[in-house]
């Protein structure tokens, strides 16, 4: 961290005070015990104001710090929402679908529209399947979106593990 008053700057009043208050024991003559004194006010309003400098500064210091972090945290969106495309899966109800060349690894899912707005990524969760519609819940905002019987996944396949031969699903 750049510090332009300076620790040293605070030291060096300390070091005045102390050399000022030897020179005021041994003085005599009252005009230099005045002067002195006089000095003394000087380098104490010095050493403040250098104090204050360095609180005002650190605050500056932060303030850029958190500005940063909001900077890093903006342009990681911009690029989030590159990976996204608005998509209508039912008349009236808009969520973003993520393209097929950015998913890599990931599954096919939704995000909502109102987080995405927000600069914010929330995936939707299904929560119930009806026989017309199903419901999808945003876990963040808690917005419900109605679909007409369709899934962001076509073609899932589930893998419930090996058949029991005495199963009524056999």
């Known amino acids: 961290m750049v510090d332009p008053v300076g620790t040293g700057v605070v030291s060096a009043f300390g070091t005045l005070l102390k050399g000022l208050q030897t020179i005021k024991d041994l003085a005599v003559s009252v005009e230099i015990k005045a002067k002195v004194t006089e000095l003394y006010d000087v380098i104490l309003s010095g050493q403040q104001s250098a104090l204050e400098s360095n609180i005002k500064q650190q ?66 969760q299904l929560k119930t399947v009806g026989v017309e519609n199903n419901h999808y819940l945003c876990p963040l905002c808690k917005t419900e979106f109605k679909v007409r019987g369709t899934r962001p996944m076509q073609n899932v396949q589930v893998n419930r593990g090996p058949r029991n031969p005495n199963s009524w699903m056999a």
Do not use: M
């Open 59 to 124: 605050a500056l210091l932060d303030t850029i710090g958190q500005l940063k972090e909001e900077i890093a945290r903006v342009k990681a969106w911009e690029e989030t929402k590159k990976r996204y495309s608005l998509y209508e899966p039912t008349a009236g109800t808009f969520v973003y679908v993520i393209k097929e060349e950015s998913k890599g690894e990931e599954p096919s899912h939704w995000i909502c529209a109102n987080c995405y707005n927000e600069g914010k990524r929330s995936i939707l």
